[in-house]
């Protein structure tokens, strides 16, 4: 057992708040810890790896991680530092969402290590049959209500308005806690630093109800350093479902971010070791135009989330538009994949038959408005700055079903930047 995981996520920017004796319980005895997740998506998304990291590292310093998926809070909503009350979901909804986030988490914890072997709970199965009346009557007694309402959580919601079904969260999360103390031994709680008021409530339900020590260890929210919120993009989340977030855009976020965040995520993100981080960030000091510290993140995190192949997906799909691509290298996209890297750009649809009667690229690109005029694109042309699929064409090219990818597109493009995307029906 390392005993020192305490000090690891200090020097990773890693812990905001720590209870007292937290440090010496983990020092002492392999000690079993969770984090909660709320399923209320059907995916996690990049805000929830910090929790999840913070999992990790308890688990490789000895110590025996849970993952709480809330199928019962889940139906609630948690509402610490949220403006409004979420939309409550059903159980079928919930039930969908926690077996989603239970493949996720299976990628980053070891469920199968005998000794300290992570395990997911769900906290539907001890309060589904819990009636209400013996809740308030076992549970709500022990908190009170002045005690619930000094949390920040709490009293920032009270000019909104704030209902009782939210009010009851930070009960029914102290009960979890209180459930996995007796059940598993659990004596700590992880969680964002916005969830210190929940967990510590927790933490004094154990002391009054059983006289028993637990403790709470919350990391900092993560923002960027120019204040924006950390995760997000114009299209919403950063999700670790390829459906919802491609593989290529993934690891276009973490390759974009400033050398400033890249330097605190790397820390927070990736396993490398103090020794590895400090020397790349001095290779990356040296040449910051290669962006070598950007690129061992987004390598490390989409590989860890992903896989390498898709990985290598992300890497040849930059390739098309930073790099020296081949028409090899494009067929061997996906649809998706392909539509990701060129989202944004022209996009034209012309049936599979007008390829055969129009084979001259300059009726093709006239018809469906992709220059103004044929003149235009026979001056390009001339100039050598028209490519079809990466390779260059001359006036007079002819398109023949041969040039339709594989995955059913043509792709032009005009110089060095300019592209325009033929979807082949």
């Known amino acids: 057992m390392n005993s020192n995981l305490v000090e690891e996520l200090k020097w990773r920017g890693m812990i905001h708040d720590i209870m007292p004796g937290t440090e010496e319980q983990l020092n002492k005895e392999v000690t079993t810890?969770?984090?909660?997740?709320?399923?209320?998506?059907?995916?996690?998304?990049?805000?929830?790896?910090?929790?999840?990291?913070?999992?990790?590292?308890?688990?490789?310093?000895?110590?025996?991680?849970?993952?709480?998926?809330?199928?019962?809070?889940?139906?609630?909503?948690?509402?610490?530092?949220?403006?409004?009350?979420?939309?409550?979901?059903?159980?079928?909804?919930?039930?969908?969402?926690?077996?989603?986030?239970?493949?996720?988490?299976?990628?980053?914890?070891?469920?199968?290590?005998?000794?300290?072997?992570?395990?997911?709970?769900?906290?539907?199965?001890?309060?589904?049959?819990?009636?209400?009346?013996?809740?308030?009557?076992?549970?709500?007694?022990?908190?009170?209500?002045?005690?619930?309402?000094?949390?920040?959580?709490?009293?920032?919601?009270?000019?909104?308005?704030?209902?009782?079904?939210?009010?009851?969260?930070?009960?029914?999360?102290?009960y979890d806690f209180l459930t996995l103390y007796r059940t598993k031994g659990c004596k700590l709680q992880m969680g964002g630093s916005d969830q210190w008021g929940n967990i510590t409530t927790g933490t004094e339900l154990i002391r009054r109800m059983d006289g028993g020590e637990a403790y709470a260890l919350t990391c900092p929210l993560i923002t960027k350093a120019d204040g924006t919120k950390f995760g997000k993009t114009e299209g919403g989340n950063v999700w670790l479902d390829a459906t919802k977030t491609?593989?290529?855009?993934?690891?276009?976020?973490?390759?974009?971010?400033?050398?400033?965040?890249?330097?605190?995520?790397?820390?927070?993100?990736?396993?490398?070791?103090?020794?590895?981080?400090?020397?790349?960030?001095?290779?990356h000091a040296e040449a910051p135009e290669q962006r070598l510290l950007q690129k061992a993140l987004a390598k490390d995190i989409t590989i860890r989330v992903h896989g390498e192949e898709a990985y290598n997906t992300a890497i040849a799909a930059s390739e098309l538009l930073?790099?020296?691509?081949?028409?090899?290298?494009?067929?061997?996209?996906?649809?998706?994949?392909?539509?990701?890297?060129?989202?944004?750009?022209?996009q034209f649809t012309v049936s599979r038959s007008a390829i055969g009667t129009q084979p001259?690229?300059?009726?093709?690109?006239?018809?469906?408005?992709?220059?103004?005029?044929?003149?235009?694109?026979?001056?390009?042309?001339?100039?050598?700055?028209?490519?079809?699929?990466?390779?260059?064409?001359?006036?007079?090219?002819?398109?023949?079903?041969?040039?339709i990818l594989s995955c059913g597109c043509i792709l032009v493009q005009k110089g060095k930047k300019n592209y325009y995307l033929i979807n082949v029906e």
């Not at 929790?51 to 310093?61: E, G, P, T």
């Not at 400033?260 to 396993?271: H, K």
């Open 246 to 283: 491609s593989p290529y855009k993934f690891y276009q976020f973490w390759l974009n971010c400033s050398d400033v965040d890249t330097a605190r995520y790397i820390r927070i993100f990736t396993l490398f070791s103090r020794e590895e981080i400090e020397d790349m960030e001095r290779r």
């Open 33 to 174: 810890a969770y984090v909660g997740i709320d399923p209320t998506a059907d995916s996690l998304h990049i805000g929830h790896l910090v929790s999840i990291m913070l999992l990790k590292h308890l688990q490789m310093a000895g110590h025996k991680p849970l993952a709480v998926v809330g199928g019962a809070t889940g139906m609630i909503g948690d509402p610490s530092f949220k403006a409004a009350e979420r939309k409550l979901l059903t159980v079928e909804e919930v039930q969908h969402n926690v077996e989603c986030i239970r493949h996720q988490l299976e990628r980053f914890l070891d469920f199968d290590n005998p000794v300290n072997g992570a395990e997911i709970c769900n906290n539907y199965d001890w309060m589904k049959d819990y009636l209400f009346l013996d809740f308030i009557r076992d549970i709500g007694k022990h908190i009170t209500v002045n005690y619930m309402m000094t949390k920040d959580s709490v009293k920032k919601r009270l000019e909104t308005g704030l209902s009782f079904t939210e009010f009851s969260y930070q009960l029914m999360q102290g």
């Open 360 to 403: 001259l690229l300059v009726d093709l690109a006239a018809e469906v408005g992709m220059f103004a005029s044929k003149g235009e694109i026979r001056r390009e042309l001339k100039q050598n700055s028209i490519s079809v699929n990466k390779q260059k064409v001359a006036d007079g090219c002819q398109l023949t079903p041969a040039d």
């Open 322 to 346: 930073f790099g020296k691509a081949t028409t090899e290298m494009l067929n061997a996209l996906d649809r998706d994949t392909l539509l990701s890297v060129f989202e944004g750009v022209p």
